[in-house]
C-alpha cells in the first residue's frame, strides 16, 4: 500500500465482501434448505418476496459501493505491485459479477414464471461461488 486512501480503500472492500458473504452464507446455509422444504409455490412466493425487498438503498449501496471499492483496490494492486491485493479485489468483483449474470437474471425469471424446480439449483450454485468468491476476497485482501 501507498497511503492512507489505499488503506481505506482496501478497509471498504474487505468489510464489504465480508458483510456481502455473510448475506450470501446464510442464504447457503439457511435460506435455500429452508425453502427446499416448502411446496415449491409456497418456496418461489417467498424467495419473490426476498427479492423484492433486498432492492433497497442500503443494499443496493453496500452492493453497488463494494464492487466500486473492490474495482479501485483492483487498479491499485496491479499498479502498486501487490498482488494479493489486486487478486483480493478481483475475487470480490467475481462475486459481484456472478450476481449480475446469474442470480439477478434467474431472480427476474422466477418473477416472471415462478418456476421453483428450475431456479432453485442453478440460483443455490451460483449462490455458493458468490459466497466463497467474497470469502476469498476478504482473506486475500486481510493478507
Do not use: C, K, Q
Not at 424467495?47 to 466500486?68: D, E, S, Y
Not at 462475486?95 to 440460483?123: C, E, K, M, Q, S
Request: charged fraction near 10%; charge should be positive.
Amino acid at each position: 500500500m501507498t497511503g492512507p486512501l489505499d488503506g481505506a480503500l482496501t478497509g471498504a472492500a474487505v468489510t464489504g465482501a465480508g458483510l456481502l458473504g455473510g448475506i450470501y452464507l446464510a442464504f447457503s446455509v439457511a435460506v435455500v434448505p429452508a425453502l427446499r422444504r416448502r411446496p415449491a409455490a409456497e418456496a418461489a412466493a417467498v424467495m419473490r418476496g426476498v427479492n423484492r425487498v433486498i432492492v433497497n438503498p442500503v443494499f443496493g449501496t453496500l452492493f453497488a459501493g463494494t464492487a466500486l471499492v473492490a474495482g479501485a483496490v483492483t487498479v491499485a494492486g496491479v499498479l502498486g505491485g501487490a498482488p494479493l491485493r489486486a487478486a483480493g479485489g478481483l475475487a470480490v468483483l467475481a462475486g459481484f459479477a456472478v450476481t449480475a449474470a446469474v442470480n439477478i437474471p434467474l431472480n427476474h425469471a422466477l418473477d416472471r414464471d415462478g418456476d421453483w424446480a428450475a431456479f432453485a439449483p442453478r440460483w443455490a450454485a451460483a449462490n455458493h461461488v458468490r459466497a466463497g468468491a467474497s470469502a476469498l476476497g476478504v482473506v486475500a485482501l486481510l493478507l
